[in-house]
């Protein structure tokens, strides 16, 4: 079992930046690749970005790519997720999670879900 909590949450004018940590504990965390997604209040959650287990390899949605930066520091069973530039379609819920299937933007191939931070910015 793991157990995902994700901090750095709150409120932000529109053109700063926050930085979600994911601290990760129960089972060895430095192995699986790791995800955030996010959802916005009547949406889908959908998939932001994602990590390999070494953090060699990322992938991100077009609408983040170039503003986030996802990273991880397996030592203190910890990724990241820089975000600048933040926009006010930004605004959601953002969750880690595990990814434990193989397509890497599929919520459905991830599991271990954080509570989710809240993520607003405004214009």
């Known amino acids: 079992q793991v157990q995902l909590v994700e901090s750095g949450g709150g409120l932000v004018q529109a053109g700063g930046s926050l930085r979600l940590s994911c601290a990760a504990s129960?089972?060895?965390?430095?192995?699986?690749?790791m995800g955030w997604f996010r959802q916005a209040p009547g949406k889908e959650r959908e998939f932001v970005a994602a990590?390999?287990?070494?953090?060699?390899?990322?992938h991100y949605a077009d609408s983040v790519k170039g503003r986030f930066t996802i990273s991880r520091d397996n030592a203190k069973n910890t990724v990241y997720l820089q975000m600048n530039s933040l926009k006010p379609e930004d605004t959601a819920v953002y969750y880690c999670?595990?990814?434990?299937?193989?397509?890497?933007?599929?919520?459905?191939?991830?599991?271990?879900w954080g509570q989710g931070t809240r993520v607003t910015v405004s214009s």
């Open positions: 999670a595990v990814r434990t299937g193989s397509y890497y933007y599929m919520a459905n191939d991830y599991n271990y």
């Open positions: 129960g089972r060895t965390f430095s192995i699986p690749p």
């Open positions: 990590i390999n287990w070494s953090g060699d390899y990322t």
